[in-house]
């Protein structure tokens, strides 16, 4: 055999050699870097506060405030009716039914946010937990149609409400999954793109709700 051949199949064989260290190379050195040291992806996975672990809320039947829409039920988690916080995302708000400025601005973030879903909107409910005062009829009626308010201040209520953060809750909104967890809490005084993006995020990969 002429050398020739050889010296092709060589040159050949260091060009694939050649092809196989640029595709495998850098990847090799991401997982030197990820396992091998102490360097990790500085970037957060989400942008709320992960409740860690969940939290399963107990399954209560709270009495619904009549905002005047037809067929309103009487209650929520009543018999025949879908159980409350199971079967559908809920973005949830806890305040008191007066609604100060605080309450009407997380109103707000949560309409909006649901609205900026589009298509996936009708898989996230908007719930207000009344703990006192119930409830300023009008003004909910008049600017959050669909919103589910619910009247908290009973025993069934305050069983409830136990299990949802006290601190800054007047200030705060916070996902609940269609299984009852409670999930995550955000500042509803801050820029809502984060739950936005957040709850984008968990209806793409969810496979419930």
């Known amino acids: 055999m002429s050398t020739q051949p050889r010296e092709l199949r060589a040159r050949n064989l260091r060009t694939l050699a050649a092809l196989a260290a640029l595709f495998v190379l850098p990847l090799l050195i991401s997982f030197w870097m990820y396992y091998a040291s102490d360097w990790r992806p500085a970037g957060r996975v989400n942008h709320g506060l992960l409740i860690?672990?969940?939290?399963?809320?107990?399954?209560?039947?709270?009495?619904?405030?009549?905002?005047?829409?037809?067929?309103?039920?009487?209650?929520?988690?009543?018999?025949?009716?879908?159980?409350?916080f199971r079967q559908q995302w809920s973005l949830v708000?806890?305040?008191?039914?007066?609604?100060?400025?605080?309450?009407?601005?997380?109103?707000?973030?949560m309409r909006q946010t649901r609205l900026s879903l589009n298509n996936d909107m009708?898989?996230?409910?908007?719930?207000?937990l009344a703990s006192g005062a119930c409830c300023v009829r009008?003004?909910?009626a008049r600017e959050h149609?669909?919103?589910?308010?619910?009247?908290?201040?009973?025993?069934?209520?305050?069983?409830?409400?136990?299990?949802f953060p006290s601190a800054g809750r007047e200030h705060s909104l916070f996902i609940v999954d269609p299984l009852g967890n409670?999930?995550?809490?955000?500042?509803?005084?801050?820029?809502?793109k984060?739950?936005?993006?957040?709850?984008?995020?968990?209806?793409r990969l969810s496979h419930i709700g």
């Not at 589910?148 to 201040?153: F, Q, S």
């Not at 739950?195 to 209806?203: E, F, I, S, T």
Request: with cysteine; aromatic share 4%.
């Open 145 to 163: 149609a669909g919103l589910i308010v619910l009247d908290a201040t009973g025993p069934e209520g305050m069983r409830l409400l136990r299990e």
């Open 122 to 128: 009708t898989r996230v409910a908007r719930v207000f």
């Open 138 to 140: 009008e003004f909910l």
């Open 194 to 203: 984060g739950l936005l993006q957040d709850l984008q995020k968990l209806l």
């Open 52 to 84: 860690s672990p969940a939290r399963p809320l107990p399954e209560v039947h709270l009495p619904r405030v009549s905002l005047g829409e037809p067929g309103e039920p009487q209650t929520a988690g009543g018999s025949g009716q879908r159980p409350l």
């Open 182 to 192: 409670l999930m995550m809490s955000y500042d509803a005084g801050q820029s809502p």
């Open 93 to 109: 708000y806890i305040g008191s039914g007066s609604c100060d400025e605080s309450c009407r601005q997380a109103l707000y973030v």
